[in-house]
């Protein structure tokens, strides 16, 4: 009998430890995960504060700039000389600076942008594939000031040996270069999109005679144009925000042309031109970088919400 029961009480003991330590280890574990938790709610809200922020800070500084300048004036001058005496604030230049070589890079990039992903998609072996992907990879990494300088010494001359009429700055050399940079985020966002579709969609229009061609044509392309599209408005809003290239391949020159020949100057080009540190600080011409820097966010968050809202329309859900 106390054999037993000095079995028994170790026992108890032993089960009381086991007890304990697993109490201590679920305390522990609650500790961490509540730490986790308080890390991750403190990075969202280190994002979402950042860009409350901006905003802030663009509207308090954009604000002043209206005090002074009219707001009917910033939006429909049609002549940008905030440097020069007599002042004027017509952003209108800028805009079509800005769009010319939003468009113009939007058509140099979607063509060739969305056969390649048809390409790699569709076509391309496999070692094909594993050898253009990791390139377009490396040439998104590509800095853009690198990008603005192979544009002066290689693409400038070029158009000027074709269109002999063309300055060294102009929108033209923006577009190519400005193409090429965005080139990657809509060959890989289609490509995706692209090898998404399901198989059985294929395999179905094979199994009734349709031709590769037919297939990527007539099945493949329509199920993934919402994806697509997308694609190429994030791109083109990539587009609207590039500075440097811009500012060193399409001039500094805001005028109301849509002659991509010509010299141009974007909003980010103008914004480069001014923060360099000449321009007093409260000055007109220093808000209106303000003015400015919340017109091209303006045009980036509608250029997103414009693609959530045709993803959103156009999806296509597969089971």
């Known amino acids: 009998m106390a054999h037993d029961s000095a079995s028994s009480s170790a026992a108890s003991a032993s089960i009381d430890a086991a007890l304990r330590w697993r109490s201590g280890s679920r305390g522990i574990r609650n500790v961490v995960e509540q730490a986790v938790h308080f890390l991750l709610l403190l990075c969202a809200f280190v994002s979402v504060g950042t860009t409350v922020g901006i905003v802030a800070v663009l509207l308090i500084e954009s604000l002043q700039f209206f005090q002074d300048v009219s707001l009917w004036e910033f939006l429909t001058g049609t002549r940008w000389t905030p440097l020069l005496r007599p002042q004027h604030f017509g952003i209108l230049p800028l805009l079509f600076g800005t769009t010319l070589v ?19 998609s569709e076509y391309a072996p496999g070692w094909a594939r594993e050898l253009i992907k990791p390139a377009l990879e490396i040439l998104a990494g ?7 300088y192979l544009g002066l010494i290689i693409v400038s001359p070029l158009v000027r040996q074709v269109f002999p009429s063309a300055g060294v700055f102009n929108a033209v050399n923006a577009c190519v ?23 059985g969609l294929r395999e179905a229009a094979y199994a009734l005679g349709a031709t590769k061609f037919d297939v990527v044509v007539r099945v493949v392309l329509p199920a993934a144009m919402s994806g697509i599209v997308a694609s190429i408005l994030l791109a083109i809003s990539r587009a609207v925000g590039e500075t ?3 500012s060193m391949c399409g001039g500094n020159t805001p005028q109301l042309t849509l002659n991509p020949l010509e010299s141009v100057q974007t909003m980010t080009a103008f914004i480069v031109q ?3 540190g000449d321009t007093p600080a409260g000055s007109p011409e220093y808000r209106a970088i303000f003015a400015v820097g919340l017109s091209l966010f303006m045009t980036t968050m509608m250029l997103n919400l414009v693609s959530q809202f045709i993803l959103a329309r156009m999806r296509e859900q597969y089971e």
């Open 244 to 246: 440097m290239a811009v």
């Open 102 to 120: 939003a468009c113009g890079s939007a058509i140099v990039a979607v063509p060739l942008g969305l056969c390649t992903a048809i390409f790699l």
């Open 142 to 148: 590509v800095p853009s000031v690198v990008y603005g």
């Open 177 to 199: 270069v400005v193409g090429i940079m965005i080139l990657p985020m809509i060959v890989s966002l289609s490509e995706d999109v692209l090898r998404s579709v399901p198989r």
């Open 274 to 276: 001014v923060s360099q």
